[in-house]
């Protein structure tokens, strides 16, 4: 069964378009794939080296990824400092990691561009720490985003190099990994574009986000002062409202709308409060168990200790057998 590994960024709240986007996947791929996903918290101290609240938003995040339906006894889910082969891989990777390649790094560089008097070390070999992420494991497989294609490049060259310095034949090249093609593009609430892409509050809807909050957020969407001929095309911002209703309502339910918009009788209020109510309606399992197992300890405890325990047991092989190539013996 091929190996497939996956960072999740430890920052920030889960909203309607990673559930409906790589969530779902994450869900259906457990079922196919030796899978690990893991917490980056290591990485999250490239830019922030002393996080206000580390633990808080560890948990946060594997609280919410396990309410949304990822299976603990499925994949392999730990948090990644708790998996110290993996900085003992990066240690070695960066030997053999040239300024040069990582210092042309467009993350990296957009990062300085940024925040020049915010950069360490670490956010220069941020992509080195990702690569021993996956080869930790042998990873074949990596559901990224086109915005990690650079850096998984990077993984290849980093393994292939190992291989070739050490003369084995060792790590496997890990790929970026498309689950499903039709990939489902969740709008934000601002009309401008994905859930999620735009700082501005009000943009994205929450999985925590309570019926009341969800309620405002979608009654301030943006939109136009309606169609002012019939079977008009729609502009952007209303398409997004229309493209919401598709993945949260029912299909009577977007042709009701869509045939009112058609023949200019639409109105926005209206449709609002449809696509508002049934997004309460479909996110509140998920309150509720993000909400119940915040608040189980016991359960949180045994499944990063599980997680990481299996975790370990596969990075813990590995390091044995690089330590072995590299030339470290024992006495
Ligand atoms: N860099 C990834 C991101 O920003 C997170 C990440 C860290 C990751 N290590 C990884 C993703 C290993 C896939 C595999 O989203």
Redesign the pocket.
Known sequence: METV?????STGKLHLGNYYGAIQNFIKMQHEYNCYFFI?DL?SLTTHPTPADLHGNVKQVLVEYLAAGIDPERATIYIQSDVPEVAELYLYLNMNAYLGELERATSFKDKVRANPDNVNAGLLT?PV??AA??LIHKATK?P?GK??EQ?LEMSRTFGNRFNRLYNHEYFPEPYAFNYSNNLVKIPGLDGKGKMGKSEGEGNAVYLSDSPEVIRKKVMRAVTDSGPTAENQEKPSEIQNLFDLIKVVSTPDTYQHFDELYNKCQIRYGDLKKQLAEDMIIGTAPIRERINDIANDQAYLRQVARFGAAKARESASKTIREVREIIGFRNF
């Open positions: 590994v996956s960072g999740i960024r980056a990485h941020y720490l990702m992420d996956i990596v990224v915005d990690q850096h």
